[in-house]
């Protein structure tokens, strides 16, 4: 893992996994140290780690298709005390975020997945998605 960092601005913290399944553990531990040196409310650490968790999921499983030789590099970056940048890319072909179906449509609610970035796109206070679908950044008032 990185160094230590205090809570300030300019906090900078990268994590570099595996695509498997048991780097989520990985993922989860990473996201609970910042909590502890920023601070967060409840509320806020659960909207930050489902939302992680999501797009790392998303990276390991459909970008780079639980290939274990690939990579999700996850970078957290405060801008300030109160807000929190968080990048997940993965090394697999991309995609087209726009061309998702709505999985809160009639035809959609039965199927098991597909609500990732949804829930993502609801959890963070702003998301973009960069390099192809490749990367997708997140940030977080906390």
Not at 57 to 67: A, T
Not at 92 to 98: C, E, I, M, Y
Not at 123 to 129: G, Q, R
């Given at each position: 893992m990185s160094d230590q960092v205090h809570a300030e601005a300019g906090m900078k913290k990268e994590l570099v996994i595996?695509?498997?399944?048991?780097?989520?553990?990985?993922v989860e531990s990473f996201i609970e140290e910042?909590?502890?040196?920023?601070?967060?409310k409840d509320d806020v650490y659960g909207n930050v780690m489902v939302a992680i968790t999501e797009a790392?999921?998303?990276?390991?499983?459909?970008?780079?298709?639980?290939?274990?030789?690939?990579?999700?590099?996850i970078k957290v970056e405060s801008m300030n005390l109160y807000r929190i940048v968080v990048s997940v890319e993965d090394e697999?072909?991309?995609?087209?975020?726009?061309d998702l179906p709505d999985p809160t449509a009639p035809e959609n609610l039965e199927n098991?997945?597909?609500?990732?970035?949804?829930?993502m796109t609801h959890?963070?206070?702003?998301?973009?998605?960069e390099n192809e679908g490749r990367r997708v950044e997140m940030i977080f008032n906390i």
């Open positions: 595996s695509s498997t399944p048991e780097s989520i553990k990985e910042i909590r502890t040196e920023m601070g967060f790392v999921n998303n990276s390991i499983y459909h970008g780079n298709k639980n290939d274990a030789g690939k990579k999700v590099f697999g072909a991309g995609f087209a975020p726009a098991p997945g597909g609500r990732g970035v949804f829930l959890l963070a206070d702003e998301i973009k998605f």
